[in-house]
Nanobody, 124 residues
Framework: QVRLVESGGGLVQAGGSLRLSCAAS????????MGWFRRNPGKERLFVAA????????YYSDSVRGRFTISRDNTKNTVYLQMNSLKLEDTAVYYC?????????????????WGQGTQVTVSS
């Protein structure tokens, strides 16, 4: 069973930065794409960013491109989401997820394992 644990969420003022981390429990982490999604209450989970197994390719949603950066450290089984220039509309619960082996996708259906989520709140 794969376990993903997010950390780094919190309260930040608009324009500020946060870095989310997601640690995976199992050793084959380096084979899989990893993604970040977010959800607001009553709404569907939306794609934010994804990175391929090597860390050389990444996708971003239009709403975060240029402000957020996804990265990974395969020696630590960890994926990161650096969030800069945060806006009120970035407030959400952020989830990391494990995708396909040697693949990269934007759809949540392509992701099999999910973390419990971490709350990010951006205040004015």
């Amino acid at each position: 069973q794969v376990r993903l644990v997010e950390s780094g969420g919190g309260l930040v003022q608009a324009g500020g930065s946060l870095r989310l981390s997601c640690a995976a429990s199992e050793g084959t982490f380096s084979r899989y794409a990893m993604g970040w999604f977010r959800r607001n209450p009553g709404k569907e989970r939306l794609f934010v960013a994804a990175i391929d197994w090597s860390g050389r390719s990444a996708y971003y949603s239009d709403s975060v491109r240029g402000r957020f950066t996804i990265s990974r450290d395969n020696t630590k089984n960890t994926v990161y989401l650096q969030m800069n220039s945060l806006k009120l509309e970035d407030t959400a619960v952020y989830y990391c997820a494990r995708g396909g082996a040697y693949a990269l996708g934007r759809r949540k259906e392509e992701y099999t394992y999910w973390g419990q989520g971490t709350q990010v709140t951006v205040s004015s």
